[in-house]
């Protein structure tokens, strides 16, 4: 081993780590709150801070020094905010497609992150590193001394009385633990050698009937001499459990790092900060922002390290020695007491992984100016069931928590746990491993919004592509790729179109990085390990609290926060970084931590509201009969006569405990309503949404979920401030003149597209007319609902789509009229349309379209199978009348698989990647004539099916990725999807209207 990277000359001191992990340390890249207030300019442009990074494949470590130039480039001019430098193996990899690269941080490699960080500096892009080539951590340079370590059982049986001298069988260890020539690991150690009576239901009497021999063996020789009866020998040891990196280039596997030992990772990181030639004085200047490390996925065993029981005494208070056999399916006194050493042993592997790899990562990490990011907080079962950890502690102990959330695969949504840590934490930035997907080159940018608007309403503000893959120009169309990971780069077939929704990422991040989330309701999930939320990551829609419901929103947190973050202010639970609650509400669990208990009797004295079940008794083995009773004592007297079916509450000091009544109807009992309700007007579109305050600014983020539209009355709960709609889609801001103010909150009718989302903000009045409302505008029955867009104490300005008769009635009864006429209904675009297609990709050059229909139903093999950006051309007839005086006119293009760009004259109208495919021509438009060119692009799935009918050689698509031949992962075999412009296409009026006084 590498002796400059060997610091075990200074042990940690267990006896401060617990209060190391208990409190939130300092970090520089805490980013400060933006003040009191939004910006407009911001969100229309959003800084680099809200910008979507990306990982930022190096598939095999075969990279390109000029084609790493031109991704960046293509980065920075798409709108991203940079990304991580991620050396990583193609699992799919057919006739060695994609060549195998150098090893992850040798000269080459470290060539390349050079190369990219200089890049990025003058591009003004953030570049990270992932902490490996593949994950999580570790690589060539990790010896067995530092690499992850288990606890591993041999048994023999003897018979005494006897003299015993006898070598004892070393355990049965994993195939890749590394072995000398003598078969035997290269690094073990003995932890223990017990003797227990032996019985075939392995059950024993008490720990003191567990007879320690570890003095009596040498070099594994027991020499004893055995009382009386069968005995059974347990040998422990501990040795490597041979845990390497998980697709890693081909040229730098190594094993996984000791996740128990601070120092592995204090190695660890510093080998790779030396490699890079990274030092305090230098690193700000070369621009490595972060280390990233990904979900800890471990496989089984009885996680362990060379100081373990050392810790174990320190951080628990009693050797756990006599308690070995528990670990290896023994049960000693009764099931309870070896499950409350369980709760022990876990809770000290939680603590000591965390201490030892986030918060030690961190702490070294904040010397060179760098963050540490990681997705800490699992996914635990049923992904990853060997996740050791207390999930919100560990997140809450690296400065830029990062969950995940994947395109139809196992429902697999880890996101409101990241945002919960972030927020009881302090930490600013809630990130998310975004669109993780086994589907391959089929889901188009609105597939994306629709995944990214449900975790923006579950606390998401920062979003991670994965993956951005570099794919040099050999590797051919649509090139490398990586074999989970959506497909975002240059490659696809929609990059140059992809600005829109790069941007729309962004506004939205950045107006949900502003200020702090509103809850109502803080979820103690529990004391234990591991433990996630939700419990199982099987999530198909938002996680909802049992009797809390829709309209309320929650943090989940732990003992950590409630013992070391916690207080109470004007009757509300509160955190020293602004956040507050309502309520606590407990999990139905019996038992609790008496420290927990305790702290929480001294919030509710100061005037908390609780709910939920008394607990019972305390986990763990040390003084349990005695803390017990103290708990129960407490409990008695905090909840009183509470019951939670007769009795259902109990005040106590100035707070009060309630048991047997939703947290719903608590809240509401005291007058508190729904952050947000709406009652549809179009049907049920099971709206979403999530609220911040920025100062004394609210703002709410709304989503449409559904394939249909929502019109909706909207009431959220804000008084006496004006609502306003800011636009993720454009940036733009405009003023909502209809709303109703009434106790407790604000109605506001809203109108989305399917999967559309919007924010709604609300400032205090301006004083000028802020208070000047619209109660409610009536029309032609079953007309649009007219959008009134200018509003005086006299008079409204109206945006109407049909003729008839208009009334506003004004919130303080005034009522306003208008007849409209003039304006054309709906009109089908007639005719043929011209299609061209691009040459050499298998479609003719130029097709005529009697009728739109999917590219996918054509005889035309060429443009069944074809896939990228073909125009669509014709002369557009408009006629002089809708072009008159107060006229606006769309043009409607129906549906759309799956992005469109209209040109009217020459002139480009925008990008549209959503619905509604509509565009305002209004001023591009002319009388008669006008030379109409709408480009669609659809995604690589239809020529890639096309291309499985072809002989290799005759194939236009070149990729490492596998043909689906059967659903993998929720994705269905490859087939050509829907494409092109599908109508039908129509224009569409409008009128300008001046609504006075009858």
Same mark, same amino acid.
């Given at each position: 081993?590498?002796?400059?990277?060997?610091?075990?000359?200074?042990?940690?001191?267990?006896?401060?780590?617990?209060?190391?992990?208990?409190?939130?340390?300092?970090? &520089?890249?805490?980013?400060?709150?933006?003040?009191?207030?939004?910006?407009?300019?911001?969100?229309?442009?959003?800084?680099?801070?809200?910008?979507?990074?990306?990982?930022?494949?190096?598939?095999? !470590?075969?990279?390109?020094?000029?084609?790493?130039?031109?991704?960046?480039?293509?980065?920075?001019?798409?709108?991203?905010?940079?990304?991580?430098?991620?050396?990583?193996?193609?699992?799919?990899?057919?006739?060695?497609?994609?060549?195998?690269?150098?090893?992850?941080?040798?000269?080459?490699?470290?060539?390349?992150?050079?190369?990219?960080?200089?890049?990025?500096?003058?591009?003004?892009?953030?570049?990270?590193?992932?902490?490996?080539?593949?994950?999580?951590?570790?690589?060539?340079?990790?010896?067995?001394?530092?690499? !992850?370590?288990?606890?591993?059982?041999?048994?023999?049986?003897?018979?005494?009385?006897?003299?015993?001298?006898?070598?004892?069988?070393?355990?049965?260890?994993?195939?890749?633990?590394?072995?000398?020539?003598?078969?035997?690991?290269?690094?073990?150690?003995?932890?223990?050698?017990?003797?227990?009576?032996?019985?075939?239901?392995?059950?024993?009497?008490?720990?003191?009937?567990?007879?320690?021999?570890?003095?009596?063996?040498?070099?594994?020789?027991?020499?004893?001499?055995?009382?009386?009866?069968?005995?059974?020998?347990?040998?422990?040891?501990?040795?490597?459990?041979?845990?390497?990196?998980?697709?890693?280039?081909?040229?730098?596997?190594?094993?996984?790092?000791?996740?128990?030992?601070?120092?592995?990772?204090?190695?660890?990181?510093?080998?790779?900060?030396?490699?890079?030639?990274?030092?305090?004085?230098?690193?700000?200047?070369?621009?490595?922002?972060?280390?990233?490390?990904?979900?800890?996925?471990?496989?089984?065993?009885?996680?362990?390290?060379?100081?373990?029981?050392?810790?174990?005494?320190?951080?628990?208070?009693?050797?756990?020695?006599?308690?070995?056999?528990?670990?290896?399916?023994?049960?000693?006194?009764?099931?309870?007491?070896?499950?409350?050493?369980?709760?022990?042993?876990?809770?000290?592997?939680?603590?000591?992984?965390?201490?030892?790899?986030?918060?030690t990562g961190s702490e070294m990490l904040r010397r060179y100016g760098m963050e540490f990011n990681g997705e800490a907080g699992g996914p635990g079962p049923p992904i990853w069931a060997t996740c050791p950890v207390d999930a919100l502690k560990a997140l809450g102990n690296v400065d830029?928590?990062?969950?995940?959330?994947?395109?139809?695969?196992?429902?697999?949504?880890?996101?409101?746990?990241?945002?919960?840590?972030?927020?009881?934490?302090?930490?600013?930035?809630?990130?998310?491993?975004?669109?993780?997907?086994?589907?391959?080159?089929?889901?188009?940018?609105?597939?994306?919004?629709?995944?990214?608007?449900?975790?923006?309403?579950?606390?998401?503000?920062?979003?991670?592509?994965?993956?951005?893959?570099?794919?040099?120009?050999?590797?051919?169309?649509?090139?490398?790729?990586?074999?989970?990971?959506?497909?975002?780069?240059?490659?696809?077939?929609?990059?140059?179109?992809?600005?829109?929704?790069?941007?729309?990422?962004?506004?939205?991040?950045?107006?949900?990085?502003? !200020?702090?989330?509103?809850?109502?309701?803080?979820?103690?999930?529990?004391?234990?390990?591991?433990?996630?939320?939700?419990?199982?990551?099987?999530? &198909?829609?938002?996680?909802?609290?049992?009797?809390?419901?829709?309209?309320?929103?929650?943090?989940?947190?732990?003992?950590?926060?409630?013992?070391?973050?916690?207080?109470?202010?004007?009757?509300?639970?509160?955190?020293?970084?602004?956040?507050?609650?309502?309520?606590?509400?407990?999990?139905?669990?019996?038992?609790?931590?008496?420290?927990?208990?305790?702290?929480?009797?001294?919030?509710?004295?100061?005037?908390?509201?609780?709910?939920?079940?008394?607990?019972?008794?305390?986990?763990?083995?040390?003084?349990?009969?005695?803390?017990?009773?103290?708990?129960?004592?407490?409990?008695?007297?905090?909840?009183?006569?509470?019951?939670?079916?007769?009795?259902?509450?109990?005040?106590?000091?100035?707070?009060?405990?309630?048991?047997?009544?939703?947290?719903?109807?608590?809240?509401?009992?005291?007058?508190?309503?729904?952050?947000?309700?709406?009652?549809?007007?179009?049907?049920?579109?099971?709206?979403?949404?999530?609220?911040?305050?920025?100062?004394?600014?609210?703002?709410?983020?709304?989503?449409?979920?559904?394939?249909?539209?929502?019109?909706?009355?909207?009431?959220?709960?804000?008084?006496?401030?004006? &609502?306003?709609?800011?636009?993720?889609?454009?940036?733009?801001?405009?003023?909502?003149?209809?709303?109703?103010?009434?106790?407790?909150?604000?109605?506001?009718?809203?109108?989305?597209?399917?999967?559309?989302?919007?924010?709604?903000?609300?400032?205090?009045?301006?004083?000028?007319?802020?208070?000047?409302?619209?109660?409610?505008?009536?029309? &032609?029955?079953?007309?649009?609902?007219?959008?009134?867009?200018?509003?005086?104490?006299?008079?409204?300005?109206?945006?109407?789509?049909?003729?008839?008769?208009?009334?506003?009635?004004?919130?303080?009864?005034?009522?306003?009229?208008?007849?409209?006429?003039?304006?054309?209904?709906?009109?089908?675009?007639?005719?043929?349309?011209?299609?061209?297609?691009?040459?050499?990709?298998?479609?003719?050059?130029?097709?005529?379209?009697?009728?739109?229909?999917?590219?996918?139903?054509?005889?035309?093999?060429?443009?069944?199978?074809?896939?990228?950006?073909?125009?669509?051309?014709?002369?557009?007839?408009?006629?002089?009348?809708?072009?008159?005086?107060?006229?606006?006119?769309?043009?409607?293009?129906?549906?759309?698989?799956?992005?469109?760009?209209?040109?009217?004259?020459?002139?480009?109208?925008?990008?549209?990647?959503?619905?509604?495919?509509?565009?305002?021509?209004?001023?591009?438009?002319?009388?008669?004539?006008?030379?109409?060119?709408?480009?669609?692009?659809?995604?690589?799935?239809?020529?890639?099916?096309?291309?499985?009918?072809?002989?290799?050689?005759?194939?236009?698509?070149?990729?490492?990725?596998?043909?689906?031949?059967?659903?993998?992962?929720?994705?269905?075999?490859?087939?050509?999807?829907?494409?092109?412009?599908?109508?039908?296409?129509?224009?569409?009026?409008?009128?300008?209207?001046?609504?006075?006084?009858?």
């Amino acid at each position: 081993m590498n002796r400059s990277y060997h610091l075990r000359g200074k042990r940690p001191s267990y006896h401060l780590l617990a209060a190391g992990l208990a409190v939130l340390f300092a970090s &520089p890249f805490a980013r400060s709150e933006a003040g009191d207030s939004i910006s407009p300019d911001a969100f229309a442009n959003p800084p680099l801070s809200a910008r979507p990074r990306a990982y930022w494949d190096w598939v095999n !470590g075969a990279v390109d020094l000029k084609q790493l130039t031109r991704d960046l480039e293509e980065m920075h001019a798409k709108g991203m905010g940079g990304g991580e430098m991620w050396d990583t193996g193609a699992l799919r990899n057919p006739n060695g497609m994609v060549p195998a690269g150098p090893a992850f941080l040798g000269p080459e490699s470290v060539e390349a992150i050079h190369h990219s960080l200089k890049e990025a500096k003058r591009l003004g892009l953030e570049l990270g590193l992932v902490t490996s080539s593949g994950w999580n951590a570790g690589g060539s340079w990790v010896t067995p001394e530092w690499a !992850g370590k288990n606890v591993y059982v041999a048994t023999i049986t003897v018979e005494g009385p006897a003299a015993i001298n006898q070598a004892l069988p070393f355990p049965e260890v994993p195939e890749k633990c590394p072995k000398g020539p003598d078969g035997l690991p290269l690094y073990h150690r003995d932890v223990a050698v017990l003797a227990v009576p032996g019985n075939a239901d392995k059950v024993i009497a008490g720990p003191s009937a567990v007879l320690n021999l570890s003095d009596h063996t040498t070099e594994g020789t027991l020499q004893w001499d055995a009382p009386a009866g069968p005995w059974t020998i347990l040998r422990f040891v501990c040795t490597n459990n041979g845990q390497t990196l998980i697709a890693p280039s081909p040229n730098s596997d190594g094993l996984l790092i000791d996740f128990l030992d601070p120092d592995a990772t204090r190695m660890h990181f510093q080998y790779m900060l030396d490699r890079l030639g990274v030092t305090p004085e230098n690193a700000a200047e070369l621009g490595l922002k972060y280390f990233e490390v990904d979900s800890m996925e471990l496989e089984p065993g009885i996680q362990w390290t060379d100081d373990f029981v050392e810790y174990f005494q320190s951080h628990i208070g009693y050797d756990p020695t006599p308690w070995l056999p528990v670990l290896a399916g023994w049960t000693i006194q009764s099931a309870d007491e070896s499950g409350r050493f369980l709760y022990d042993y876990k809770k000290a592997v939680s603590d000591l992984l965390i201490f030892s790899h986030y918060t030690t990562g961190s702490e070294m990490l904040r010397r060179y100016g760098m963050e540490f990011n990681g997705e800490a907080g699992g996914p635990g079962p049923p992904i990853w069931a060997t996740c050791p950890v207390d999930a919100l502690k560990a997140l809450g102990n690296v400065d830029v928590p990062r969950g995940e959330f994947w395109i139809r695969h196992r429902n697999m949504f880890l996101v409101k746990e990241i945002s919960s840590a972030s927020h009881i934490y302090g930490k600013p930035i809630v990130d998310a491993e975004s669109f993780t997907t086994w589907r391959r080159w089929k889901d188009s940018p609105f597939i994306f919004k629709q995944a990214a608007d449900r975790a923006f309403c579950e606390g998401l503000n920062r979003i991670t592509f994965h993956g951005f893959v570099h794919s040099p120009e050999e590797a051919g169309i649509p090139g490398r790729a990586y074999h989970a990971g959506a497909d975002i780069n240059p490659r696809v077939t929609w990059w140059e179109q992809a600005r829109p929704f790069i941007d729309y990422l962004a506004r939205c991040s950045y107006m949900l990085q502003q !200020g702090k989330f509103v809850a109502d309701v803080c979820y103690f999930y529990g004391d234990q390990a591991p433990n996630f939320y939700p419990e199982f990551h099987d999530v &198909p829609g938002k996680p909802l609290l049992e009797g809390l419901g829709k309209g309320y929103d929650y943090d989940v947190v732990n003992s950590d926060v409630i013992l070391n973050r916690m207080s109470v202010q004007d009757g509300r639970i509160a955190l020293p970084d602004g956040m507050s609650y309502a309520a606590l509400m407990l999990r139905d669990q019996s038992q609790m931590p008496l420290e927990v208990l305790e702290k929480i009797e001294s919030m509710v004295k100061a005037g908390a509201t609780i709910i939920g079940p008394k607990p019972l008794t305390v986990p763990g083995l040390l003084d349990h009969e005695e803390k017990s009773r103290r708990l129960q004592e407490l409990a008695a007297s905090l909840w009183g006569p509470c019951d939670g079916n007769s009795v259902t509450s109990n005040s106590y000091g100035k707070g009060t405990v309630h048991w047997g009544v939703s947290p719903r109807d608590v809240l509401r009992q005291a007058g508190l309503i729904e952050d947000f309700q709406y009652a549809s007007t179009s049907g049920e579109p099971g709206l979403d949404y999530i609220h911040r305050r920025v100062g004394d600014t609210d703002v709410y983020f709304v989503r449409n979920p559904s394939s249909s539209w929502a019109n909706a009355d909207c009431v959220f709960r804000v008084t006496d401030k004006s &609502p306003e709609e800011w636009s993720p889609d454009s940036g733009a801001i405009r003023r909502l003149w209809t709303y109703t103010a009434h106790d407790g909150g604000t109605s506001v009718p809203l109108s989305l597209a399917p999967g559309a989302a919007t924010f709604i903000v609300f400032r205090p009045h301006d004083g000028k007319d802020g208070h000047t409302a619209v109660a409610r505008v009536t029309g &032609p029955s079953g007309a649009p609902p007219a959008e009134v867009v200018a509003c005086t104490q006299t008079a409204a300005d109206l945006l109407a789509w049909v003729d008839g008769a208009y009334r506003v009635v004004m919130s303080d009864g005034a009522r306003f009229e208008a007849q409209v006429s003039g304006i054309s209904g709906p009109q089908v675009v007639p005719g043929a349309w011209e299609l061209h297609f691009p040459e050499k990709w298998g479609a003719p050059p130029m097709a005529v379209f009697d009728s739109l229909h999917s590219w996918a139903d054509d005889a035309d093999q060429g443009i069944k199978y074809f896939s990228g950006k073909a125009t669509y051309k014709k002369v557009l007839q408009v006629a002089p009348a809708l072009l008159e005086s107060g006229h606006r006119l769309y043009l409607d293009l129906g549906a759309v698989a799956d992005l469109a760009e209209v040109r009217l004259n020459g002139k480009s109208l925008g990008i549209l990647w959503k619905e509604p495919f509509r565009v305002d021509i209004t001023e591009a438009a002319v009388a008669g004539d006008n030379a109409l060119e709408v480009d669609v692009t659809n995604m690589w799935i239809n020529r890639l099916s096309g291309d499985l009918l072809l002989p290799e050689v005759q194939r236009f698509c070149r990729t490492n990725d596998v043909p689906r031949t059967k659903d993998i992962g929720g994705d269905e075999p490859w087939r050509a999807q829907l494409a092109g412009l599908l109508g039908p296409v129509r224009l569409t009026g409008a009128r300008l209207v001046h609504a006075g006084r009858p």
